[in-house]
């Protein structure tokens, strides 16, 4: 971890290292192809997911105000409901859409706290959240080789994600 800063006029720098665990569940139902139009199948589906990421305490070497930073846990649970839709082009090849109402049930992540060495303790705020956005993407998917890839243009009115992001998925058939 490096931290910038001003001091005296300067750009200083203190640097440290930790140790981070992350662990995460998710619980995902679907209703395939509950609703068939033609050669487009919509699937329906909710999900819940959890992340806890618990970052190590550690203790910056260098610059003129280095920080000795304590542990700190974030955790968040987000739930899912939205709509797949796949269009049959031809047998090998697919037009794919998603559409998502997103919801992040905390509000805010967990503060910072630690000792700026020498001179006071401090603690920060956690940060706000935003709770609700929608997210949607589009994209194709196609036989190729022994099995599918895919690519999907994504993008979100909110929340965690970056607001567009392109995604390429192979998936090799057994």
Known sequence: ?????????????SSGE????????KLRFDWLNALTLGSTAFTPYTSVSH???KFDG???TGGGFPVRWN????????????TDAVHTLSPTVSLLARLEGVHRFDDKSDGARGE?????????PGQAY??????????????????????MLNG???????????????????
């Open 1 to 13: 971890m490096d931290r910038g800063y001003r001091n005296a006029g300067d750009i200083v720098r």
């Open 18 to 25: 930790t140790d981070v665990t992350i662990i995460g569940s």
């Open 51 to 53: 992340v806890e990421a």
């Open 58 to 60: 550690y203790t910056e």
């Open 71 to 82: 542990d700190r846990t974030e955790r968040t649970t987000t739930g899912r409901v939205g």
């Open 116 to 124: 700026l060495l020498g001179l006071s303790t401090f603690e920060l």
């Open 130 to 151: 935003r709770q609700n956005w929608v997210r949607s993407a589009v994209g194709v998917e196609a036989a190729l080789g022994g099995g599918v890839g895919s690519v």
């Open 156 to 174: 979100t009115s909110e929340g965690g994600d970056a607001d567009y992001w392109l995604a390429l998925n192979y998936k090799w058939l057994l």
